[in-house]
């Protein structure tokens, strides 16, 4: 039994960190009470789809100022990639739809069967913009 602690800053892959004969069975989060949480997937069907483009995000606001950000985006990568470029637009300032612009230098999305690179780059940017103007209100 191996128990991993700290926080991962990159999500990786993680198959690469387990052994052999491990297997993940349990992650424990911190308390996110409080916290802003939204996830979005964008495919072709709602279910037992390939994702064209996934954004995970979590805001702390405090006093009507972002204190913590944290940006996600899976399939615009070989691996899931943090947007840091997008957090750093938002954490110190109020919830701002501009901040959405800078996800185009925290990704790189391919061509392939599913999608196009331009077309991933638009919906990332346009999934992110959605979600914080309903955070800014």
Do not use: C
Not at 7 to 33: C, F, K, N, Q
Not at 54 to 62: C, F, K, M, P, T
Not at 91 to 106: I, M, N
């Amino acid at each position: 039994r191996r128990v991993e602690s700290g926080r991962r800053e990159d999500l990786g892959d993680l198959g690469e960190e387990l052994g052999a004969d491990e297997l993940l069975t349990r992650v424990h989060l911190p308390d996110l009470s409080g916290d802003r949480l939204y996830y979005r997937k964008v495919g072709t069907r709602l279910a037992q789809a390939i994702s064209k483009v996934v954004l995970g995000a979590r805001l702390r606001v405090q006093d009507g100022i972002v204190a913590e950000a944290r940006v996600a985006f899976g399939s615009v990568a070989p691996v899931p990639r943090r947007a840091r470029a997008v957090e750093a637009a938002l954490v110190g300032h109020p919830v701002d739809l501009a901040a959405a612009d800078a996800v185009t230098s925290d990704i790189a999305p391919i061509d392939d069967i599913r999608s196009t690179a331009e077309y991933r780059r638009r919906v990332a940017r346009n999934v992110l913009r959605t979600w914080l103007a309903a955070e800014a209100g």
